[in-house]
């Protein structure tokens, strides 16, 4: 019996990092190991990962010894880091998030990046809508980096958006959230000058190339489209803003490098609108800039 077992044995510090790498090293590298272990020090345990060296055999509390021994099985079955932190950081705000919500992603970053360029000398209050919000990590960034901006934050179900709100008050800010789905943008009457949108765009088939950590903890239902329909929340937005974004207003999207070609062929065929595309940092097409002429 180890003493990750006995309740009646001390854990230290140094201990609790050797269990992590024994108990992981078939599953991540020395790495990636000592890096999640660090987070769980700083993110669950309150301890300074710097106490590793400084402080290698302080004594854990029962309580901390539990939340080793929680945090290991959960790596054990490749959850997620953040969802077992319950938290992340995205550009300069920090996020709860649960498995009710997509994990957000670096490319996500620079689309709000993006954003923030564009309208870094705005001096007037413009209305902004981001369509599938998630945990609000594109909608708060605007409002956060960009106070002018009037943000509202839609998603189709309540407990998504109640999440929106705690981190809107966990970061002191202050944006609007509507329970709607994209599905019925025909029925949504709301004029904006701004759209924002990182909708699901990843067909089933495409299952096979992805992380087993992604497909068993993400919510599907914001990560998959229909095969057969893969623009089908794009084709929704974009028909909302023929009727609901101001002339000279702007939809950014985030999409899947595969459908790049098919989805401008679909925004031209509106015929009022200009498209800018952007690399993400891996150099693949994954932003879009619409233009309402």
């Given at each position: 019996?180890?003493?990750?077992?006995?309740?009646?044995?001390?854990?230290?510090?140094?201990?609790?990092?050797?269990?992590?790498?024994?108990?992981?090293?078939?599953?991540?590298?020395?790495?990636?190991i000592?890096?999640?272990?660090?987070?769980?020090?700083?993110?669950?345990?309150?301890?300074?990962?710097l106490?590793?060296?400084?402080?290698?055999?302080l004594?854990?509390?029962?309580?901390?010894?539990?939340?080793?021994?929680?945090?290991?099985?959960?790596?054990?079955?490749?959850?997620?880091l953040?969802?077992?932190?319950?938290?992340?950081?995205?550009r300069?705000?920090?996020?709860?998030?649960?498995?009710?919500?997509?994990?957000?992603?670096?490319?996500?970053?620079?689309?709000?990046?993006w954003?923030?360029?564009?309208?870094?000398?705005?001096?007037?209050?413009?209305?902004?809508?981001?369509?599938?919000?998630?945990?609000?990590?594109?909608?708060?960034?605007?409002?956060?980096?960009?106070?002018?901006?009037?943000?509202?934050?839609?998603?189709?179900?309540?407990?998504?958006?109640?999440?929106?709100?705690?981190?809107?008050?966990?970061?002191k800010?202050?944006?609007?959230?509507?329970?709607?789905d994209?599905?019925?943008?025909?029925?949504?009457?709301?004029?904006?000058?701004?759209i924002?949108?990182?909708?699901?765009?990843?067909?089933?088939?495409?299952?096979?190339?992805?992380k087993?950590?992604v497909?068993?903890?993400?919510?599907?239902?914001?990560?998959?489209?229909?095969?057969?329909?893969p623009?089908?929340?794009?084709?929704?937005?974009?028909?909302?803003?023929?009727?609901?974004?101001?002339?000279?207003?702007?939809?950014?999207?985030?999409?899947?490098?595969?459908?790049?070609?098919?989805?401008?062929?679909?925004?031209?065929?509106?015929?009022?609108?200009r498209?800018?595309?952007?690399?993400?940092?891996?150099?693949?097409?994954?932003?879009?800039r619409?233009?309402?002429?």
């Amino acid at each position: 019996m180890s003493c990750m077992d006995d309740k009646n044995v001390v854990m230290r510090l140094i201990e609790a990092r050797d269990a992590y790498r024994n108990r992981l090293a078939n599953v991540f590298s020395t790495n990636e190991i000592d890096f999640y272990f660090k987070s769980v020090l700083r993110g669950c345990l309150d301890i300074d990962p710097l106490d590793l060296a400084l402080k290698p055999n302080l004594e854990l509390l029962p309580f901390q010894q539990d939340m080793i021994n929680d945090t290991l099985e959960a790596f054990l079955e490749e959850k997620p880091l953040q969802y077992i932190l319950g938290e992340i950081h995205f550009r300069n705000i920090a996020l709860h998030v649960n498995p009710l919500v997509l994990i957000p992603r670096p490319e996500t970053e620079e689309l709000v990046e993006w954003i923030i360029e564009d309208y870094k000398d705005l001096s007037r209050e413009i209305s902004v809508v981001d369509f599938g919000t998630g945990s609000g990590c594109i909608a708060l960034t605007l409002k956060k980096e960009q106070p002018f901006f009037s943000v509202c934050a839609v998603d189709l179900d309540k407990p998504i958006l109640d999440l929106v709100q705690e981190n809107a008050q966990k970061n002191k800010l202050q944006i609007a959230t509507l329970q709607f789905d994209i599905i019925e943008l025909d029925q949504l009457d709301l004029e904006v000058e701004l759209i924002v949108s990182n909708p699901p765009y990843i067909c089933p088939s495409e299952k096979k190339e992805m992380k087993k950590n992604v497909l068993e903890y993400e919510p599907h239902q914001a990560l998959f489209v229909p095969e057969n329909d893969p623009l089908l929340f794009y084709r929704h937005i974009l028909n909302f803003a023929s009727r609901q974004l101001k002339p000279k207003g702007k939809i950014y999207f985030e999409i899947n490098p595969r459908y790049v070609v098919d989805l401008e062929y679909l925004i031209l065929s509106f015929s009022d609108y200009r498209v800018t595309k952007r690399l993400d940092i891996f150099g693949k097409t994954r932003m879009l800039r619409i233009e309402k002429q």
